[in-house]
């Protein structure tokens, strides 16, 4: 490990989080030379300690720091106070996500244009477009090791995927394999392949799914120019009085507040954290919080529209046994306004253990159907929606007006209320779902509410005029120079695809634009 950089050194570039934008930026700034700090609010958990076990894993690794949720959404009712699964440990969600990894689509970046205006919906086109984005696309999958692409062999098909694929055959799809996953199908990087145990969402213990945890923070370390600090909650963002920033307070592992000077300032805290820690470090120069003059901090969360499909077949399944996600059928990703809703989503496998399934099958529900349906878990089949959902400006991060944390932060209120886009989205998957399990000889179909959301998006937009957004093309806030966002929240629009390829491409191309920077001496 590097000795720890001094808190007074203002020449570090200072990351708040360690997940897939704030751990491959530090990587990538090591790599070139940069002397980084990343604050992390969790512990580090090497992937040897990773429980495969449901509920001692989410307890293990989970963000369940309070929050409170408002909006009709059906996670305020069934989860008020876990709006989004995510993790607080060093790799952030790297260490839980499913590997699924796929490159928007060229019509994404451009959806107010493509679209058109939708009424309620807060569209508008990135500043970016797909082929400036290519480059980095191609740096991200090979960094990843993402099956199908540069060589690299496919993941074999589990008895899930084999009964979405004889589905996605009978009703005509013809776009379905076992995905472009960030999980080694065989030995690279110095990596095992996958061994198909089946906890995916538990931390990979054996290291055969790209994590930040064990690629790019290790990597960066090895080079001297990286620190990692754990359980360093950061509360609040420091400027001087041109604006500029000039480090942050942070809570050490002890509580005792800390405060680290720095160069630059990337967030990378995910979109629930991320604007909550820029309103949080209002001034009297900056009343709104930092990066605010556009008012839009905090606003236009996106959590994708999702929901699940499961059946129950006369013949055993065990659909648990292999990878979690190794199976997708991208045929409705297109955008096809014919079909009652813009943009498209996707259908990914999926499997939950018998302790989640009790509690996300129905929540709240029980029963007969309800417990027979338990009872024939071994019988079943699965599926998750995953498609693109509407940015609208009451959508958003807001802290809250009494509950504080343990800090004195005020917590953040989560606000979603679905856009009937998204409904009549949802609807379209349930169906074509459920008709896949129908074509194949299910004898039940469950359609299944969205759980605590996975794919936090928005809160930070990009945009190319300041008054429309918070960063431009290259994540830089458009307010204040050396201050960065470098996670989904910089997400202009949601698009159909799982984000966190596009989370890493961004990262490495951001990485070149801060590198650059600094050396001209701009920032």
């Known amino acids: ?275 909550r820690l820029l309103l949080n470090s209002a001034s009297s120069k900056y009343p709104d919080g930092l990066a605010n003059s556009s008012g839009q901090v905090g606003k236009n969360y996106m959590r994708h529209t999702t929901g699940s499909v499961y059946a129950i077949f006369d013949q055993p399944v065990h659909f648990y046994r292999g990878t979690t996600m190794a199976g997708i059928i991208r045929d409705e990703a297109k955008h096809d306004p014919s079909r009652g809703f813009v943009g498209g989503y996707e259908l990914e496998t999926l499997a939950l253990g018998l302790p989640f399934m009790a509690a996300f099958l129905n929540p709240g529900g029980w029963g007969r159907s309800f417990a027979s349906a338990l009872d024939q878990y071994d019988h079943m089949a699965g599926l998750w929606i995953v498609g693109e959902d509407m940015p609208q400006e009451n959508n958003r991060i807001s802290l809250h007006t009494e509950l504080k944390d343990k800090y004195g932060m005020p917590v953040p209120d989560v606000a979603f209320t679905d856009h009937p886009n998204d409904t009549a989205m949802r609807d379209h998957a349930y169906s074509r779902g459920i008709a896949l399990y129908d074509a194949v000889g299910a004898t039940r179909t469950f359609p299944t509410p969205p759980y605590p959301s996975t794919h936090n998006l928005g809160t930070n937009r990009m945009s190319k005029k300041p008054e429309d957004g918070v960063v431009n093309q290259w994540g830089q806030t458009h307010d204040i120079a050396n201050l960065f966002v470098s996670d989904g929240s910089q997400f202009t629009t949601g698009a159909a695809e799982n984000p966190t390829l596009t989370i890493v491409a961004l990262a490495i191309r951001q990485a070149d634009h801060i590198a650059r920077e600094m050396s001209s001496g701009t920032i």
């Open 1 to 275: 490990m590097p000795a720890p950089y001094a808190l007074s050194d203002d020449t570090v570039v200072v990351i708040i989080g360690s997940g897939a934008g704030g751990g491959t930026l530090a990587n990538e700034l090591a790599q070139k030379g940069v002397d980084v700090v990343v604050l992390e609010a969790g512990p580090r958990i090497e992937y040897e300690d990773f429980i495969n076990d449901e509920w001692d894993s989410f307890g293990q690794l989970a963000w369940l720091d309070n929050r409170t949720t408002s909006g009709s959404w059906r996670v305020a009712k069934d989860f008020p106070n876990l709006p989004a699964w995510i993790v607080k440990a060093v790799g952030g969600t790297t260490t839980h996500w499913a590997g699924a990894s796929l490159r928007f689509q060229e019509h994404e970046f451009k959806t107010l244009t493509n679209y058109g205006p939708v009424e309620g919906a807060s569209l508008l086109d990135w500043p970016i477009t797909l082929a400036d984005l290519e480059p980095y696309y191609e740096k991200a999958e090979d960094k990843m090791g993402v099956t199908r692409t540069h060589g690299i062999e496919g993941l074999p098909g589990n008895n899930n995927f084999k009964i979405l694929k004889a589905g996605a055959d009978k009703l005509g799809y013809t776009d379905c394999h076992t995905g472009n996953m960030a999980i080694n199908s065989g030995f690279r990087d110095d990596r095992m392949g996958c061994q198909q145990t089946g906890f995916c969402f538990q931390g990979c213990k054996w290291g055969a799914k790209w994590s930040t945890l064990y690629t790019e923070i290790p990597k960066g370390e090895a080079t001297g120019k990286l620190e990692v600090r754990p359980e360093s909650h950061v509360i609040k963002i420091e400027h001087d009085d041109s604006g500029k920033v000039t480090g942050v307070v942070y809570a050490d592992k002890d509580g005792n507040l800390q405060e680290q000077k720095a160069r630059i300032v990337a967030v990378a805290g995910n979109s629930i954290e991320s604007p």
